[in-house]
């Protein structure tokens, strides 16, 4: 007789799941952290795409940008103001050498009124345009009429006047939208804007697609812009005497 044969072994049972190791948990929190960071860094881009079709640009600067341009600011106000010193001083010498100097003295006085006129202190005509922007949504900020007047710089405006005030070297706009101040003082819509420049290359600056015109349309308003062969600028800057700078070819 044989022995019978013993029972078959049952199959084991499944397994249960593994719990989830600490390194699972951390590639579940880094791809956590991806998304909620690629979902912000969209938003800031929509942001700041937003504010730059808004014509918001210093206000979205980096501050060492901001210190650059108002740094570049300050050195050419600096530089006018030292250069001014410098032909009047010049000027006196001349004067008291005698008629044998007429030359050099009329000379003199020729750069001392370009430089007045260049420094806001004199008042100036000639060619240019005539702007006026309208703002009947409220919607002019500082920065559109700063970027009207960077564009006019940029076109070899040689004088300008906003409104009553006087552009210098170190003019500044500030408020918002409905309430500007040019320099401290406040400007009301409409803006009127001279320039003396050459015309055309005045007039083609305001009117570049993307730039100042679309900026103030975008923001609710108009810019007409008028070339004419004789604009006059007379509002007047007070020449401000430096505590600090000192003319070094002296």
Known sequence: MTAPAPDAPEPAAPAPPAPPTTTDRQRRISHLLIGVLCAVLGYAIIIQVRATDNGDT??????????????????????????????????????????????????????AQALAILAG?????????????????????????????????????????????RIGVNSSFSGRAGAITVDGTAVTAPYTILAIGDPPTLTAAMNIPGGVGDTAKRA??????????????DALRPLQPTTYA???GG
């Open 121 to 165: 202190t004199a008042a100036a005509r000639g060619p240019g345009v005539s702007m006026v922007m309208t703002d009947p949504a409220t919607g002019v900020t500082p920065e559109v009429l700063l970027a009207a007047l960077q564009e006019l710089r940029n076109a070899g405006a040689e004088a300008v006047q906003v409104n009553d005030v």
């Open 220 to 233: 609710g308003g108009t810019l007409v812009v008028t070339a004419a062969t004789t604009v006059t600028v």
């Open 246 to 248: 000192r003319p070094a």
């Open 58 to 111: 210093l206000a979205t600067a980096r501050p060492q940008d901001l210190v650059a341009i108002l740094d570049g600011v300050n050195r050419r106000g600096a530089d006018l103001t030292a250069e001014i010193d410098e032909l009047q001083r010049t000027l006196a010498t001349l004067r008291s050498g005698g008629a044998s100097s007429q030359a050099a003295l009329q000379e003199a006085e020729r750069r």
